[in-house]
């Protein structure tokens, strides 16, 4: 799998919107970029996907670089209970293997 | 249906002993997935199965680590003769074939261990 690259850590205020970045410079045309967190004590679970445009659902937006060699996941209003270890990972598609983690970022909300 | 279930949540154990850890996938789920996460890193891939076939393994897996998954239900993880490099988080995930274009995987909260 092509390696992302995403910082440690980041900082938000409560009700504000949150912009983590992800690089994947090296991604394939058949990668989906997908996003995961893990809340403390809890295992990670899916946030979103996409493949070349922006995606909308009920946790978050997820804006692709017109080159696919970066994203944006964006959290419009963050509450406390957002902040979490955010992953940025890519999955060939139709890929039923194993997901590679890297060290993610932390989000830490601040009230 | 309440999700990836895993048991225990927490064991402590002394050094040489053996543990096993059980997981419980959403129904009808029919791919799963271990994964071991230390602190401060993200989970690293274990093994994982479909239905009752074990595909793929790290190298992570020593000798020491077998899993199983009879008739493609539950799975366990045994370690024999654990070592303290053996704690940390083992987290369980599943997911199903028919959603290939997303191939989310739901996860467990996971099983601590901790080696003494």
């Not at chain 1, 989906?32 to 979103?48: A, D, N």
């Not at chain 1, 995606?55 to 959290?75: F, G, P, Q």
Request: charged letters at 20%; glycine letters at 6%; aromatic letters at 8%.
């Amino acid at each position: 799998d092509a390696k992302t690259t995403q910082p440690n850590s980041m900082e938000s205020n409560e009700e504000e919107p949150v912009h983590l970045p992800c690089n994947h410079s090296t991604i394939s045309g058949t990668d989906y970029i997908h996003w995961y967190r893990q809340l403390p004590s809890q295992g990670p679970e899916y946030v979103i996907h996409g493949l070349t445009s922006n995606v909308n659902n009920r946790m978050a937006s997820l804006a692709i670089a017109e080159d696919r060699k970066s994203s944006t996941l964006i959290l419009h209003r963050a509450t406390l209970r957002d902040a979490a270890v955010y992953y940025c990972i890519l999955r060939d598609w139709g890929s039923a293997r194993q997901l590679t983690f890297g060290s993610g970022t932390q989000l830490t909300v601040l009230p | 249906d309440t999700g990836v279930s895993q048991n225990p949540r927490h064991k402590i154990t002394k050094r040489g002993q053996n543990v096993t850890f059980r997981c419980d996938p959403i129904s009808e789920h029919n791919r799963l997935y271990w994964y071991r996460q230390t602190l401060g890193q993200g989970p690293e891939f274990l093994t994982y199965f479909q239905n009752e076939a074990q595909l793929e393994k790290s190298r992570l897996l020593s000798d020491r680590f077998s899993a199983e998954r009879p008739k493609g239900s539950f799975s366990t993880l045994e370690i024999q003769r654990t070592e303290q490099g053996d704690s940390a988080m083992y987290l369980c995930a599943s997911s199903l074939d028919s959603d290939l274009a997303k191939n989310i995987q739901y996860f467990g909260a996971g099983t601590r261990l901790s080696v003494l």
